[in-house]
Structure formats: structure tokens, C-alpha cells
């Protein structure tokens, strides 16, 4: 089709997690709308064109191969593409700051702010211009005064559209949403905007489905989700711990609580901590957001869900040595998973990287082998992984080895941490694993996924999350 047979055409800036995905479900869903996605990054462009795609997510590349070359398009023309874009998706990093005000907290909005004025200078007709990247409340605002400074005499109408989808389900969660959310100024402009954004979603989302909202109630939803969903893994793990110390079984507690329909059963799995990009910088976000305006307590309740997740990883690792006689100098330690979750290759803020961070500390030789990070992806060079990269901490490499199977990151080790819950670790041959290990033969299970009855009686001592020690409770 050419360009002037399509319904509608949509840009996307930033060729993500987030961009990739949902541009590739939108263009599966409208056959009729040209959907591009544009990236500075010609690697990454390349790689979205190509066989093998940046990001590994379930489903995607087979959305991807149906749709490329047909109405969805890559590309690193950025100009080119806005300017024949009747809506533009902006869809690009807002890391945490690192310095400067609100250091730590504060979402940097500063890739926002460059794609507002990228389309300012390029536009030559009217635009939808949506925030599909997590932003801190208000953020539309500024974006809207920046496209309203051209000298054109055009109107863009800014909407707020952000993702709710999970990383390993994302293509289920774009194809079948819970709910779709836009937010837009409550003018006649606005509304009208918002209804074509809508009509878009209306291709496969029912239209009850498709909420409306004013700016700010949308910007602030996607941080408040994200911090409720991060608040029940907290509160599961922080049951985890008196579980350990008081002999119950946090999988029956998360299970009986689970059962009020109040209370509902996801989100309530205890583990070694919640990662990803999203939950602790939302959360972080949302603490600065309270503090900005003077709601001090709010601010540190919600603090305390991030305080509880690095106890919970920290906690891990300290039991991890403890349990080794409080040495594990020189052993060699395997862990299975490095990605924060299953079905995904994303590391960002994953309790993988603190848990090796730690045993480095310890000196132990840590072997890892996951079946989706490749070994240049593991050490981002920025605060998503407790700051420890390559380039900062020597020894790192030398420290670390990526193992191509979960056996030979077994053979001769102290221990086996689970710290990613694969269905593949379920499935292995543990008697054989076992056999292949220094003894006494430790396993670590941080997602509670394995059979631990099967794993004591091949010779196993085991120690989990929330799971009573029989060593320490006999009588249970």
C-alpha cells in the first residue's frame, strides 16, 4: 500500500521494550494503519528488521513477522517519519536521576523533552503527540508547552496513554488488555484527539474497555499501579521472613490469603525480591513526587516498599553464606536465572545482580547460566544494576563466569541458587546434578519452584523463601 492508502500513519520514538511490542500489536490489529517505529540506534533497528529481535518476549516474533514490510516498519529516519505521522508515540527511557535534584528519586524526563522538540522542528501539519513512557506527573504539560512554542501555527494535542503490560506475557497482555487508559486535556481538542486514539484501540479492545481520563489522573494511574503491584510483593516478603523464623510455610499463607476474593491470589508468590525497570523506579518516583509536595509520610510509606525488597535480597545472600559454615571464599556457587523474571531477557534492576554483587564481596566463584541473557547484556553500563558494570568494579569478569548449561554451571559447585524461575529448572536431573557437586550439596531456592521433599531424600540441604528449615523445626 502506499503511504496515502492508509487510514491513519503512527510513529513511534524508541524502539524498546515498550515501542516495539505495542507498535507490533497495533499494526497486527489495523491492517489499515502504518505503523513505523524509529530509533537513534541503527543496531537496534537492524535488529528489529532481522531474524533475531532485540528483545526475547513470547509471541512477538511471530506478531513481527507477519506484519514487518506490510504496514509495520523500522527505521532510523526519525524526521522522515514524523513528519508524515498523523500521531506520534513517545516511547523512550526515563531512568531514575543519578545526580542533581531529586537524585535517586526523581525520573529524568530529559529523552521526553528532546522527542518534544524533535517533532516541533520536523512537523509541518497538526499531530497527536501520546506519552506511552512511564513519566512523572505533569510531564504532558511540558511537553505540551514545548510543541506549543513552534512558530508554525500548528496544534499538536498531547495524550497520555501508558503501558500496562509484563514483560513475558507482554503480547497477551497487548491483545487481550485489562483495560486501555488515555488521558487527555478535557477541551473539545482534547476529547477529539482522545476519541481517535481511541478508535485505534477499538480494532480489538472492547470500548468499555477504554477508559478516559483528564492529563494528570493517567500519568499518576501507571505509577500507581506499578507501586501497588511492587507493595504486595513486598508485603508477601516480608511475610517470608517471619515464615523462616517462626516455622510456617509462606506458600499455605500466600494460598489462604490468596483465597479472599478481596485480597486475590496474584502478586502474593514470595521470592528473592521484585526487579524489571519499572516497579522501584515508579515507586522512587512516586516518593519524590510525595515529598515535592510536602506529604512526607506518604513519601516514606511507599519508601519502605523498595526498603523491604532490598532486605529481601540482601536477606537471600546472607542465608546463602551463613548456611555454607559463613564462608563461601573460593567455592564455587551456580546460579540458574540472571533475568529479573521468566520469559524475558530484560537484567534491569534484577535481584540476579545484587545477589552476585554480594558473593564477589564474599569472594566466592560465581558461575551463572540463563537461557536468555547473553553475557554482553549482563553488566548495563547505569544504575540498573546496583551500579556494579564491568568498568566499575575490577576483577568483575574474571569473578563471574556465563556458563552455556544449567549442568556445567553445576558441576563442582557448593551450591545451586534458583534466582529466575525457568519452567527448564523444574525439568532438570537433579540426582544427576548432585552427583556432580561438592558435598554437602546446597540448593538455594529463590522462587520457590522446586520440589524440595524430592530434592532432600537425593541428599540435598535446602533452604527457600518462607520455608520452614527442618533443621531448625524438627517437630513439623
Known amino acids: 500500500m502506499s503511504d496515502a492508502e492508509y487510514d491513519l500513519k503512527i510513529c513511534c520514538m524508541g524502539a524498546g521494550y515498550v515501542g516495539g511490542p505495542t ?6 490489529q489495523c491492517p489499515k494503519i502504518r505503523v513505523c517505529v524509529v530509533d537513534l540506534s541503527q543496531k537496534q533497528i537492524d535488529a528489529w528488521n532481522s531474524a533475531d529481535l532485540p528483545i526475547y518476549e513470547p509471541g512477538l516474533p511471530e506478531v513481527v513477522e507477519e506484519c514487518r514490510g506490510r504496514n509495520l516498519f523500522f527505521s532510523t529516519d526519525i524526521d522522515g517519519e514524523i513528519e508524515k505521522a498523523d500521531i506520534v508515540f513517545i516511547s523512550v527511557n526515563t531512568p531514575t536521576k543519578t545526580q542533581g535534584i531529586g537524585a535517586g528519586r526523581a525520573a529524568n524526563i530529559k529523552n521526553c523533552e528532546l522527542c518534544a522538540r524533535k517533532i516541533s522542528e520536523v512537523s509541518k501539519s497538526n499531530k497527536i503527540v501520546v506519552e506511552k513512557s512511564t513519566v512523572p506527573v505533569r510531564t504532558a504539560e511540558a511537553v ?23 514483560e513475558g506475557t507482554a503480547i497477551g497482555d497487548l491483545m487481550a488488555p485489562d483495560r486501555v487508559l488515555i488521558g487527555g486535556q478535557q477541551t473539545p481538542e482534547g476529547l477529539k484527539a482522545a476519541e481517535t486514539l481511541a478508535s485505534v484501540y477499538a480494532n480489538w479492545v472492547p470500548r468499555e474497555q ?8 493517567s500519568e499518576l494511574s501507571k505509577l500507581v499501579a506499578n507501586a501497588f503491584l511492587a507493595q504486595r510483593v513486598s508485603s508477601i516478603n516480608s511475610i ?18 490468596g483465597m ?44 519502605h516498599v523498595i526498603l523491604m525488597n532490598d532486605y529481601q535480597k540482601k536477606r537471600f545472600s546472607e542465608k546463602m553464606v551463613s548456611k555454607m559454615f559463613n564462608t563461601v571464599t573460593g567455592k564455587k556457587i551456580s546460579l540458574l536465572g540472571f533475568a529479573f523474571k521468566k520469559d524475558t531477557g530484560d537484567v534491569r534492576e534484577t535481584p540476579s545482580m ?38 566499575n568494579t575490577p576483577g568483575l569478569e574474571e569473578s563471574v563466569v556465563t556458563s552455556p548449561d544449567a549442568y556445567s554451571s553445576c558441576e563442582g559447585a557448593h551450591a545451586v541458587a534458583i534466582l529466575t524461575e525457568w519452567d527448564e529448572f523444574k525439568e532438570l536431573d537433579y540426582q544427576k546434578i548432585y ?36 533443621t531448625a523445626f524438627d517437630d513439623l
Open 354 to 391: 545484587f545477589v552476585v554483587r554480594d558473593l564477589i564481596l564474599e569472594k566466592a566463584n560465581v558461575h551463572v547460566y540463563d537461557p536468555q541473557v547473553k553475557r554482553e547484556d549482563m553488566w548495563l553500563e547505569m544504575d540498573y544494576t546496583c551500579g556494579v558494570n564491568a568498568s
Open 435 to 470: 552427583d556432580s557437586m561438592m558435598k554437602p550439596a546446597f540448593v538455594f531456592d529463590g522462587r520457590n519452584i522446586l520440589d524440595h521433599d524430592k530434592l532432600r531424600k537425593i541428599g540435598f540441604e535446602v533452604h527457600a523463601i518462607g520455608k520452614p528449615d527442618p
Open 260 to 303: 479472599d476474593d478481596r485480597i486475590g491470589k496474584r502478586f502474593l508468590q514470595a521470592s528473592v525480591g521484585f526487579g524489571g525497570s519499572c516497579f522501584q523506579k515508579d515507586i522512587l518516583n512516586l516518593v519524590y513526587l510525595c515529598e515535592t509536595y510536602g506529604l512526607d509520610e506518604c513519601a516514606q510509606y511507599w519508601n
Open 23 to 28: 507498535m507490533a500489536v497495533i499494526a497486527k
Open 210 to 217: 477504554v477508559l478516559t481520563t483528564n492529563l494528570w489522573s
Open 144 to 166: 505540551r508547552r514545548i510543541l506549543s512554542c513552534n512558530n508554525k501555527g500548528l496544534d499538536f494535542q498531547v495524550l497520555s496513554n501508558p503501558e500496562f503490560l509484563a
Open 240 to 257: 517470608s521472613a517471619l515464615c523462616e523464623a517462626t516455622g510456617a510455610d509462606v506458600s499455605e499463607i500466600s494460598r489462604a490469603v
